[in-house]
């Protein structure tokens, strides 16, 4: 196994959860580091000498006297997974499904994170004029709704996201069913696939641990 020292800096209850998760399903030693958002703590100089982006999840490490430091959540999951290919919680590089898993990791990323749920979360970041955020929030979760009744679907008769075992996807799913009900969304009745899956992901030992050290809830 590759030497780690890794350092993960997340938020409670954001992205940062996906990685969070997969780092103690794998059980590679780490440190979590709680950097609040709500707190600014993503903007302190410490933390912006760390990621100038002012962002989370920040995964470092050691290489010799070097510290590296790696951001985005996708990038993080899919860099310990190949570090540690003999716990990895995606498929086989070079594989169908190895591409299947990032099709999704990139889907929810993009479309459902940046141009959904940020949309309904903070709908003044997209407008320069105050009087259009409510019509930019409403359109945002008109865009997460239509992409929630996708995810309904491509989990329809699955036990998971990607084959029958549990993987780094699934972990980034939960991050987007606690945002659906964040986001008014009854997501257990509009979408009970959906919701059985991440039963199925939120009964694991590992999962629970990584939720009671946040300190957040799902539903």
Not at 36 to 64: H, Q
């Amino acid at each position: 196994m590759a030497d780690t020292n890794y350092r993960l800096f997340y938020s409670p209850g954001a992205c940062s959860l996906a990685p969070h998760i997969v780092l103690e399903e794998m059980g590679v030693p780490f440190e979590p580091v709680r950097v609040v958002i709500a707190e600014g703590g993503n903007r302190t100089p410490e933390y912006l000498a760390l990621n100038p982006r002012g962002r989370v999840p920040a995964l470092t490490w050691r290489e010799g006297d070097r510290e590296r430091v790696l951001t985005e959540a996708m990038a993080i999951m899919a860099w310990v997974s190949m570090r540690h290919p003999q716990v990895s919680l995606l498929p086989a590089p070079r594989t169908e499904a190895f591409v299947r898993a990032l099709e999704w990791m990139g889907w929810l990323g993009s479309t459902m994170h940046q141009a959904g749920v940020r949309t309904v979360f903070r709908p003044e970041r997209f407008t320069t004029d105050a009087a259009g955020a409510p019509g930019i929030a409403a359109q945002g979760r008109e865009t997460i709704r239509a992409g929630y009744a996708d995810i309904e679907q491509r989990l329809t008769g699955r036990r998971y996201a990607i084959g029958d075992t549990f993987g780094a996807v699934d972990a980034y799913l939960l991050v987007f069913y606690r945002w659906g009900n964040r986001c008014g969304l009854a997501m257990r009745e509009e979408f009970p696939g959906y919701a059985r899956v991440m039963d199925e992901v939120r009964s694991r030992h590992a999962v629970r641990r990584v939720v009671e050290r946040e300190g957040i809830e799902i539903d």
